[in-house]
């Protein structure tokens, strides 16, 4: 933290994912409560977050937009994806839009919003679409969807709350 300090230097940590065992090995970064325990253990506001709606999301008991209130300040990069749940274990990658998965994707941006989030915020992993081919998780099309529908919120949660001073990435 040190070097952080005297450079301006901002650590984020990813949780992990999924938010349960892995071949019998234990996850630590998967709940509210471990990870501001972490955040207390370092308590710098440079020791941060990445803030992954889908990492997160795979344990059902997080409330995704009471952690961000949790973590203001110490989130420093955003991934926004949207899954959809067949049971507690059973989930694939969504579209981005509420509609189509499990998340309000409104309500999380909304928390980044009014928490005074100013980092990056970036589409997570997308689906292949329009007969694209591409490694898994990773197609353009759909992060580009998510892109412009994550800005389109932003926007929209912006002028709601009648912030003049926020500019949108252009």
Not at 2 to 19: E, G, L, Q, S, T
Request: charged share 25%; net charge neutral.
């Amino acid at each position: 933290m040190p070097v952080c300090n005297k450079y301006n230097i901002d650590m984020a940590i990813h949780p992990d994912d999924p938010a349960w065992p892995v071949f019998g090995l234990p996850r630590i970064i998967i709940s509210k409560e471990n990870i501001l325990k972490m955040m207390k253990m370092v308590d710098n506001p440079h020791n941060g977050v990445t803030f992954c709606t889908g990492s997160y999301g795979t344990n059902r008991k997080n409330d995704l937009c009471d952690m961000i209130r949790n973590l203001k300040g110490r989130i420093h990069f955003a991934h926004i994806r949207n899954l959809k749940f067949n049971s507690d274990t059973d989930f694939q990658e969504a579209a981005h839009l509420s509609s189509d998965g499990s998340f309000d994707m409104y309500k999380i941006v909304e928390a980044l919003y009014e928490t005074g989030f100013d980092g990056v915020i970036r589409p997570d992993h997308g689906r292949m679409i329009w007969g694209e081919k591409a490694m898994p998780g990773y197609g353009l099309y759909d992060r580009a969807l998510g892109a412009a529908y994550i800005n389109g919120l932003w926007e929209a949660i912006s002028k709601s709350h009648d912030r003049s001073n926020v500019t949108l990435y252009r």
